[in-house]
């Protein structure tokens, strides 16, 4: 009767651990639901350029402004809504002045609002769908090696001439002038 007794408590504690632990698991998911919806609208309402898949643990976006400029924002998943950490990529003739929006209209940012209503609001932007922008709009093939992806990274610099505005892969403007450096020829 000893050892069964003890069969029984030790299963009746290893019941209890997994159904704690089904809990548990069930509040976590209920805690990232607001995330995922947010990313989702992201998804679903603007051009993302990165990344081009992305998994339900991705939590940054980079995403098409037009112009050859995009946003790369950073969201915390247990708050959502909350400014998201930002970096404007593209020319600074295109992407300082949305710098300055961001900041002169940060007092703007409402948690109740969406991550994207907010995003529009502050930088007075409509944020172009991949339908509607057109590739000349957004030229995404870099200047040097003519590819859009190398290496899995696309093009993040861009020429700051307003005439130009063409974007590069980091390493490509890199590669040359180490080359350069170290004497040996392109």
Known sequence: MGIQGNRSTEYMFKKSSLISIHSQF?????????????????????????????????????????NNAS??????????????????????????PLGIKLSRNIHLWDPENSLLQNLKDVLEIDFPA?????????????????????D????????????????????CLYEPITLKMSGRKL
């Not at 805690?31 to 643990?57: C, G, N, Q, Y």
């Not at 946003?71 to 300082?96: R, S, W």
């Open 152 to 171: 899995g990274a696309i093009p993040d610099q861009v020429c700051d001439n307003s005439q130009c505005a063409q974007p590069f892969h980091q390493i």
């Open 71 to 96: 946003i790369n924002i950073e969201v915390d998943p247990m708050h959502p809504t909350m400014l998201p950490e930002c970096c404007f990529l593209g020319a600074d003739h295109v992407v300082k």
């Open 130 to 150: 991949r339908a509607i922008l057109e590739k000349s709009d957004f030229s995404m093939d870099c200047g040097i090696c003519y590819a859009y992806q190398l």
């Open 26 to 66: 069930l509040a976590a998911l209920e805690s990232l639901k607001a995330f995922w919806d947010v990313m989702d609208e992201i998804d679903e309402k603007t051009w993302v350029l990165e990344p081009e898949k992305p998994t339900r643990s991705a939590t940054s976006r980079r995403i098409a402004l037009g």
